[in-house]
């Protein structure tokens, strides 16, 4: 055994246990609280195998999937959560979080740091169809922890019907036997009031 090989993956292993900690805007579906990056990965891990069923491609690897969800948000570590709807933080989103990937996989012994980071590179591109199901499910988690709590985070930053259609598309693209429930979900969110309709929509008089 490479004992300096074993110290590195346990410093990665502790460190990442920060994740634990980053909130994120959303709250648990019971409403107790704001969910945090590790509930949030889980989340999505657990709703790539329970859906992979409706994938659009069916070469979508399960396995790729799930190590894609649990890595790609390990660099909001550093560089905290930035909330889908702000305009002024995803101006430097794609900064703090290529300085925090260069930080945090530098942990790991050499070619496993390479091998996440790929994984994190591949889900943020969206080009294959591993990290298109993988998005879709990023996509579609927040929808419904949306759609439990009454639009809480929507509410909250004024966010439009529009806005949201933009943010979803990846799973009408990925899984698109889903799009039809997520269409309903959307019509019944702006017919209740937790979101702004088009027509209210500024950019859109």
């Known amino acids: 055994m490479d004992k300096r090989r074993l110290e590195k993956q346990i410093n990665f292993l502790a460190e990442i246990d920060k994740m634990k900690s980053v909130y994120r805007q959303t709250l648990l579906m019971d409403r107790s609280r704001r969910e945090t990056d590790a ?11 329970t859906l992979l069923e409706y994938r659009q491609d069916p070469s979508a690897d399960l396995l790729r999937v799930l190590r894609m969800v649990l890595v790609h948000d390990l660099v909001e570590i550093y560089a905290g959560d930035t909330f889908a709807y702000d305009p002024e933080g995803n101006k ?6 290529k300085e925090a990937a260069d930080r945090l996989f530098a942990i790991l012994p050499e070619e496993q ?67 039809p429930w997520v269409e309903e979900m959307l019509a019944e969110c ?4 937790w979101l702004i309709p088009a027509s209210r929509d500024p950019q859109h008089p």
């Open 39 to 49: 509930e949030h990965s889980w989340h999505l891990a657990m709703m790539a195998m």
């Open 113 to 179: 740091g390479a091998e996440y980071r790929a994984l994190w590179e591949e889900f943020d591109r969206q080009e294959t169809p591993d990290a298109r199901f993988a998005v879709a499910m990023d996509r579609l988690q927040p929808f419904l922890s949306n759609y439990m709590t009454q639009g809480h985070t929507w509410k909250l930053g004024h966010v439009t019907e529009d806005q949201v259609r933009g943010r979803v598309g990846m799973i009408r693209e990925a899984v698109p036997e889903i799009w």
């Open 92 to 97: 430097t989103k794609e900064k703090r979080e």
């Open 190 to 193: 702006v017919q209740k009031g």
